[in-house]
């Protein structure tokens, strides 16, 4: 058996924690830059506002006190998420962590007779010690688990856990589910399913193998075997990413060439800094820019240029020396420029690097690491304000946020003492 556990409109919730006077209000949080949606409150949800809807299509209601906006604080989300994590990880033997939201609790060895209680104990105890409401779905596989979930959050008869253990009751939660809100369908093969008659779960796990096999693939027959109540989605295996991305749209368009050389050295400085505490190494750097393209009265220019390094690297000298190589190649004079990132790609074990045979920086490349592993302990010790004590010249003096528009910042209540809260 699975238990997913789903904390309940994670970003609104971790606002409420320190501010309750959220509560029982609506409440959205806004993406970089305050550009639009990324979470709601129930309440928001009411008001009929979608996902990703522009703030400025409802700052109205902001102005007018029916609707409070909070910036993006992911330093505070992922410090409440750990909590939360660590709070699951001490009520099972095996838990395995899905998102910055989402835990499944492997049940094996607990006795069925106890996972109901087991279940209520854990949305007490997060809601508790960490402040953050939890919906649980306990299923014989992972598909059903998020399934349960859904319907745990949405009816408050559940008291946060939704259980499907018969026959019976899975039978009536897939006819009651969407079939464009089944994990592994989602919006994406949806339409094609409604055209054929494929309205809800139920619809889908009645037509046969071959039919599933032969319009959605391997894929769709995995979710068609977890929705028969038959687990085949293997567990998910830790191992490194394929690439890493640091991007930020800018607060307003940037058309001076050295502003985005240090706006490029700051990704890229970042993506060697997670490349380092990953334990990896890249291989590649790639540079991309985009001006804006909703000003159809502006030139548009949307450039990528990528940089393979000899031997692969993860210090932010060779990193963001591969960057700013990359970026000089594809910048144009006469352009505004919206967004730029950093992709480092060819990730491999950083134990795993091979120099070449004719690697004539093999000693400067070892200084570049003894250099590095510095810079990382300093900045580690340092408060989030000053999150980048130690940098290259290259990059912009004080905190790698700057020039985001945050107008609704929450305090980093938990991660920096220049922000803890204050009681008066």
Avoid at 119 to 125: E, F, N, S, T, Y
Avoid at 129 to 158: Q, R
Wanted: hydrophobic letters at 40%; a positive charge.
């Amino acid at each position: 058996m699975y238990a997913l556990v789903d904390c309940n409109n994670f970003f609104v919730s971790c606002e409420r924690i320190f501010r309750p006077q959220l509560e029982g209000k609506a409440v959205v949080v806004l993406s970089n830059n305050d550009g639009c949606v990324v979470s709601r409150s129930n309440e928001s949800k009411a008001m009929g506002i979608k996902m990703g809807t522009p703030f400025y299509q409802i700052k109205g209601y902001a102005d007018k006190g029916r609707l409070y906006a909070c910036s993006s604080n992911y330093a505070l989300y992922g410090d409440i998420s750990n909590r939360v994590m660590s709070v699951l990880a001490d009520a099972v033997p095996k838990i395995e962590i899905y998102s910055i939201d989402e835990a499944y609790l492997h049940l094996d060895g607990i006795d069925p007779a106890k996972v109901p209680e087991l279940c209520r104990d854990i949305v007490a105890k997060v809601r508790k010690w960490v402040g953050v409401p939890v919906s649980i779905g306990v299923a014989p596989t992972k598909t059903l688990a998020k399934i349960a979930s859904h319907f745990a959050k949405k009816y408050k008869g559940y008291r946060g856990v939704c259980m499907i253990d018969s026959e019976e009751k899975r039978h009536k939660a897939l006819s009651l589910t969407d079939i464009a809100d089944v994990w592994g369908i989602g919006r994406r093969n949806a339409p094609k399913l409604l055209a054929m008659g494929v309205n809800t779960a139920l619809d889908f796990v009645s037509r046969p193998e071959e039919w599933v096999r032969k319009h959605l693939h391997l894929p769709g027959v995995r979710t068609w075997e977890e929705l028969q109540g038959r687990a085949c989605v293997d567990e998910e295996k830790e191992g490194h990413r394929k690439s890493i991305c640091t991007s930020r749209s800018f607060a307003d368009m940037i058309t001076d060439v050295r502003e985005l050389e240090l706006r490029v050295s700051d990704f890229a400085a970042m993506c060697a800094r997670k490349l380092r505490e990953e334990g990896t190494a890249a291989g590649e750097v790639t540079v991309f820019m985009y001006t804006n393209r909703f000003r159809e009265d502006l030139d548009q220019y949307f450039p990528s240029a990528t940089v393979k390094l000899g031997v692969a690297a993860n210090s932010a000298q060779e990193i963001v020396g591969a960057a700013l190589k990359a970026f000089r190649t594809i910048y144009r004079d006469g352009y505004k420029y919206k967004k730029a990132g950093v992709i480092v790609g060819g990730i491999i074990e950083a134990d795993a690097i091979q120099s070449s045979l004719f690697d004539f920086d093999e000693k400067l490349r070892d200084k570049q690491d003894k250099l590095s592993k510095v810079i990382d302990l300093v900045n580690s010790s340092a408060t989030s304000s000053d999150a980048s004590l130690l940098r290259l010249a290259t990059q912009r003096p004080g905190h790698y946020a700057d020039g985001i528009r945050c107008d609704f910042r929450s305090g980093l209540y938990t991660t920096s003492l220049d922000e803890i809260i204050k009681v008066h």
